[in-house]
Nanobody, 125 residues
């Protein structure tokens, strides 16, 4: 089992930047595909980005492509989400997740095995 703790959320103006971190503990971090999801009030949790075990492959939702960057440091057991050019519609609780399956990258929230508690990101206009 792996435990995930997100940090780095906050309030930022439109056009600004934030970097989210997700620290993992428990089993070997490099065994997991990692993902970021977000959930706005009244909406379903949606995929944001995913990264392969080595960090060599990434995949993004169209809504964040070119603005967000996912990365990982397996030596530090941490995955990051750099968010630039933030928009009010990016406002949500952001969650990191870990998948111990066999795919290189994972988009579906139903395939992830472990979740963090979430961190709030609010973008003001």
């Amino acid at each position: 089992q792996v435990q995930l703790v997100e940090s780095g959320g906050g309030l930022v103006q439109a056009g600004g930047s934030l970097r989210l971190s997700c620290a993992a503990s428990g089993r070997t971090f490099s065994n997991y595909v990692m993902g970021w999801f977000r959930q706005a009030p009244g909406k379903e949790r949606e995929f944001v980005a995913t990264i392969s075990r080595s960090g060599g492959s990434t995949y993004y939702a169209d809504s964040v492509k070119g603005r967000f960057t996912i990365s990982r440091d397996n030596a530090k057991n941490t995955v990051y989400l750099q968010m630039n050019s933030l928009k009010p519609e990016d406002t949500a609780v952001y969650y990191c997740a870990a998948d111990e399956g066999t795919r290189a990258v994972v988009v579906s929230k139903y395939e992830y095995d472990y979740w963090g508690q979430g961190t709030q990101v609010t973008v003001s206009s």
